[in-house]
């Protein structure tokens, strides 16, 4: 926020969407190194124009409300959330009672929370890096997991998440390489797609649809 303020772009709508990323994202990451790792970057190396930016400057392959300021974050948000309703189908990441295991909600949230960091380049603004957005998220990721010394397999599973999170849509992508993803991996592209699913306007803001003409008078 202390950033944010000095830019001079800390409205109360920014506010409001930071505390959300924060408390749904951030915060419910349990492992202290994974944690201190993502808090650095977000401090000392993620572009502040990524808590205002809206998540499509196009506008076209987002929801209305995630493209507006704020809406890049507010994006991350839901996705947070849709990663810990999706954990709960695999028995395999989640407890005897269906909770997310921690470890494997902590590598997705910080998979999610970091995936679209650079997303318009670095610095930002640089739109002939936004191709390459997930490879500098992964690795500004993994220098920073060093850092705080993450476990090498939760580092690696978590590089991977971000790297492969556009899925097919990723340029080093191959026609084989769904089959060979994590289940992170798949677990944090299916979430991407759907909390960035422009169709969900029509779930939650939904308009009449027009009566067809019959052609009778009735």
């Given at each position: 926020?202390?950033?944010?303020?000095?830019?001079?772009?800390?409205?109360?709508?920014i506010?409001q969407r930071?505390?959300?990323?924060?408390?749904?994202?951030?915060?419910?990451?349990?492992?202290?190194?994974?944690?201190?790792?993502?808090?650095?970057?977000?401090t000392?190396?993620?572009?502040?124009?990524f808590f205002?930016?809206?998540?499509?400057s196009?506008?076209?392959?987002?929801p209305?409300?995630?493209?507006?300021?704020g809406?890049?974050?507010?994006?991350?948000?839901?996705?947070c959330?849709?990663?810990?309703?999706?954990?709960?189908?695999y028995?395999?990441?989640?407890?005897s009672?269906?909770?997310?295991?921690?470890?494997?909600r902590?590598?997705?949230?910080?998979a999610?929370?970091?995936?679209?960091?650079?997303?318009?380049g670095l610095?930002?603004?640089?739109?002939?890096?936004y191709?390459?957005?997930?490879?500098?998220?992964?690795?500004?990721?993994?220098?920073?997991?060093?850092k705080?010394g993450?476990?090498?397999?939760?580092?690696e599973?978590?590089?991977?998440a971000?790297?492969?999170?556009?899925?097919?849509w990723t340029?080093?992508?191959?026609?084989?390489?769904l089959?060979?993803?994590s289940i992170?991996?798949?677990?944090?592209?299916?979430?991407?797609?759907?909390?960035?699913d422009?169709?969900?306007?029509?779930?939650y803001?939904a308009k009449?649809?027009?009566?067809?003409r019959?052609?009778?008078?009735?």
């Amino acid at each position: 926020m202390a950033k944010l303020k000095k830019q001079g772009v800390l409205t109360d709508e920014i506010r409001q969407r930071l505390s959300e990323f924060w408390f749904h994202g951030v915060e419910k990451i349990c492992d202290r190194r994974i944690k201190a790792a993502v808090v650095y970057l977000f401090t000392k190396i993620v572009p502040w124009q990524f808590f205002t930016a809206p998540a499509s400057s196009s506008t076209k392959y987002h929801p209305t409300w995630q493209v507006k300021p704020g809406g890049l974050i507010r994006h991350t948000t839901e996705l947070c959330i849709v990663i810990e309703r999706q954990l709960q189908q695999y028995p395999k990441l989640t407890d005897s009672k269906c909770n997310p295991l921690p470890e494997a909600r902590d590598i997705l949230l910080a998979a999610g929370i970091l995936h679209d960091t650079f997303k318009n380049g670095l610095p930002w603004g640089e739109k002939t890096d936004y191709e390459n957005h997930h490879r500098v998220a992964a690795e500004k990721w993994d220098a920073a997991a060093g850092k705080f010394g993450v476990p090498k397999s939760i580092r690696e599973s978590i590089y991977e998440a971000i790297f492969w999170h556009a899925g097919r849509w990723t340029p080093e992508w191959q026609p084989d390489k769904l089959e060979k993803l994590s289940i992170y991996a798949r677990i944090l592209h299916s979430a991407d797609m759907f909390s960035s699913d422009y169709n969900l306007d029509l779930m939650y803001t939904a308009k009449p649809i027009p009566k067809k003409r019959s052609g009778r008078r009735d």
